[in-house]
């Protein structure tokens, strides 16, 4: 990766880091979930307001480390608006970008691209992807109708 790439996405990440987005309050949430990650101390809230099979509003609390922060900020950014299908799709695809997995090029990742560096540090990896784990363990949570308040510690 080019060193003004690197810098662009550095840029990115502590834009989500200082302005999170979705750090906000919403009442009577359909879905709501806590992660935590005891590696390196990150703490999530995430609540959902679905109408039908659509994400109306969201809530993304997270207190940790940048890249906890950041990634938690982008979810809130790009779910909005989304189908459940839709986000667990760019779940799964987040989730490969930062693995190394194969994915379809048919998400359109925008900020989550700056994600893509984090690979190259195992040991943040699980701070990446906390806040779509336990997005996603809600949403298949409430499906499967268990109860939607888990707690994640992958």
């Given at each position: 990766m080019s060193d003004e790439l690197t810098d662009l996405y550095r840029d990115i990440l502590m834009e989500h880091y200082r302005f999170p987005r979705g750090h906000k309050h919403v009442d009577n949430p359909d879905i709501a979930s806590e992660g935590h990650?005891?590696?390196c101390g990150d703490d999530i809230e995430i609540k959902l307001k679905i109408d039908g099979?659509?994400?109306?509003?969201?809530?993304?609390n997270c207190v940790g480390c940048a890249v906890s922060v950041a990634s938690g900020s982008?979810?809130?950014?790009?779910?909005e608006g989304k189908s459940l299908e839709e986000v667990?799709?760019?779940?799964?695809?987040?989730k490969a970008l930062l693995t190394g997995g194969e994915f379809a090029n048919d998400v359109d990742l925008g900020d989550l691209e700056a994600l893509k560096g984090?690979?190259?540090?195992p040991v943040r990896i699980k701070c990446a992807l906390l806040?779509?784990?336990?997005?996603?363990?809600?949403i298949e949570a409430r499906e499967a109708g268990r109860s939607v308040n888990v707690s994640t510690t992958e």
């Open positions: 990650n005891p590696v099979r659509q994400v109306s509003d969201i809530s993304v982008m979810l809130a950014e790009i779910i667990k799709k760019i779940a799964t695809t987040v984090v690979k190259n540090f806040s779509w784990i336990t997005l996603v363990d809600a």
